[in-house]
């Protein structure tokens, strides 16, 4: 048993998920999982998914970068110092810069109180915070090169109505990343809009 069910019970055999033609081992499809085999099981899934199922990938990709930009210059850096070069999540929101970010449409414009609560709320978060905005936001937890100002498109936020007898205070903000679009209720105090995203951030992912 595992977690008080049998392992024979969920039916797998010696093959990739979602691929019954790409056996783990020869003759992979005849070969049931059980609690006997389950860690060579869960090793070959993992090594089949993360490594050698996309080693072909990762080295075209590796073969195509080195022909722009030679991988052996890269050598100098330490991936923390590469991080900050491609990420752009890695400065300060001050209120400016998030204004200026910020397209708001649709039933609010720049002097709405929920899109100034906004802008407070947004300059105030630490990187943590900044993070899971951005994957409520977009699908990413990180910005493009140039930060907030860059992310294309850009961010919009629109506002979400309610509908009788809920008042705005009822919902929660949603979004959709494909476009960078928020859709946010016109909460009635500064301290409700920071509850509701701050729930929306972290549980609406």
């Not at 977690?3 to 010696?14: I, P, R, S, T, Y």
């Not at 052996?72 to 850096?77: A, D, I, Q, T």
């Not at 294309?152 to 007898?165: H, I, Q």
Request: hydrophobic share 40%.
């Amino acid at each position: 048993l595992l977690d008080g069910c049998a392992v024979e019970d969920l039916h797998l055999d010696m093959t990739l998920p979602g691929y019954p033609d790409v056996e783990l081992v020869p003759g992979g499809r005849n070969v049931n999982v059980g609690l006997h085999n389950l860690p060579q099981y869960v090793d070959l899934v993992t090594r089949a998914t993360l490594t050698d199922g996309v080693s072909q990938q990762f080295g075209a990709f590796k073969a195509g970068f080195d022909e722009v930009f030679p991988m052996k210059h890269l050598e100098v850096f330490s991936a923390e110092e590469l991080e900050l070069h491609i990420r752009g999540d890695v400065d300060e929101w001050d209120p400016e810069t998030v204004r200026a970010s910020i397209h708001p449409d649709h039933g609010f414009n720049d002097s709405s109180l929920p899109i100034l609560w906004l802008v407070n709320f947004m300059a105030g978060m630490d990187r943590l915070r900044r993070r899971l905005f951005m994957r409520f936001i977009t699908g990413s937890p990180t910005l493009p090169v140039g930060g907030l100002r860059k992310l294309n498109p850009r961010l919009t936020v629109v506002r979400k109505e309610a509908e009788a007898p809920l008042s705005p205070d009822d919902y929660l903000p949603s979004v959709m990343t494909c476009a960078n679009y928020l859709k946010l209720p016109s909460y009635s105090s500064e301290e409700v809009l920071v509850e509701k995203l701050t729930m929306a951030m972290s549980e609406g992912q």
